[in-house]
């Protein structure tokens, strides 16, 4: 008889464990953030010294070849401005027509940044953009709560950007606090512009240590990300494209270029990598299904949710 207590009393302790694990796990609100680091190879990344994004990879799961150009579409150039559109609406530049950095007809009306669809299921939730590389902030983004372009009106260059990159981050830490968001967008620019500086190679020791900083800065966001314990976070990663010498465009066929990199990092998050092709307009999907957001058939998102248990 004695026994038989015992082995209900630990059965009934094994069940309130576990009980409260899941109310804990269920009380936790989700939360995304899609950070962006500009045309940021992934072999100069595994160069430098990166304990922030490699704390990331091993929190999730990655993959060092994401295409940043799909099978039904390759006609856009391979520079900022379709790679940004893309990876932010989740569908390749035939749709959103951003076909250069030129912005001429987009159609991010029709195919709007993921904010928009947040928007929908959680009306009430916030959203927040931080970039340092104007036109996200004057063609993209939309239906965010607070928009900023970090980077000072008439400076350019890597330096221009190193400081945009350390005002944008000081910004999402301080709204994190402030506002709560549901999402973050945080894009990050100066390891591209010390590539066409510099060269975007793991050999350029410049463009090595641009990564280095880059990854001082990530480490300041999850940090403050960390110490939210009543929310859970998923953390999405990529860049818009490679690199070549100092250039990037007209990369359709080279795969320094033509290979970005994607991490899907959180408690929500498969481990290890990607073992199928991925591409930079899967991060909207992932970040969306994350979420629980319901993908409509009708919004002809070209992209798929990855990596998620």
Not at 184 to 212: K, N
Not at 244 to 250: D, L, N, P, S
């Amino acid at each position: 008889m004695r026994f038989f207590s015992l082995l209900t009393l630990f059965l009934l302790t094994i069940t309130a464990t576990a009980s409260a694990a899941e109310q804990e796990n269920a009380e936790k609100e989700k939360h995304v953030l899609l950070l962006g680091i500009d045309g940021c190879r992934f072999d100069a990344l595994q160069k430098a010294k990166t304990p922030n994004l490699d704390r990331l990879m091993a929190g999730g799961v990655y993959s060092p070849s994401a295409l940043i150009l799909g099978d039904r579409y390759r006609k856009n150039d391979t520079v900022s401005g379709p790679g940004w559109g893309s990876i932010n609406t989740g569908v390749w530049a035939d749709k959103h027509n951003v076909q250069g950095n030129e912005f001429k007809e987009p159609r991010f009306d029709k195919f709007p940044h993921f904010f928009h669809y947040v928007k929908q299921a959680y009306p009430d939730a916030k959203t927040v953009s931080i970039v340092d590389w104007d036109p996200i902030a004057k063609y993209i983004v939309s239906d965010a709560d607070v928009s900023l372009s970090t980077k000072e009106p008439g400076e350019s260059g890597a330096a221009a950007y190193a400081k945009g990159d350390e005002k944008s981050t000081a910004e999402a830490i301080r709204l994190l606090e402030e506002l709560k968001p549901k999402a973050i967008m945080l894009y990050l620019g100066q390891v591209d512009e010390t590539g066409h500086a510099h060269g975007f190679h793991p050999s350029v020791p410049q463009y090595v240590a641009a990564i280095e900083q880059v990854d001082s800065l990530v480490g300041q966001v999850i940090d403050a990300i960390a110490k939210r314990t009543d929310e859970e976070w998923l953390i999405v990663v990529t860049s818009d494209h490679g690199g070549e010498g100092r250039g990037h465009g007209g990369g359709h066929d080279n795969p320094n270029i033509l290979h970005s990199f994607l991490i899907v990092s959180g408690k929500g998050a498969k481990q290890g990598k990607f073992d199928k092709q991925v591409y930079i307009v899967d991060a909207v999907p992932t970040l969306l299904t994350y979420l629980r957001v319901k993908i409509d058939d009708a919004w002809r998102l070209d992209g798929r949710a990855v990596g998620l248990k």
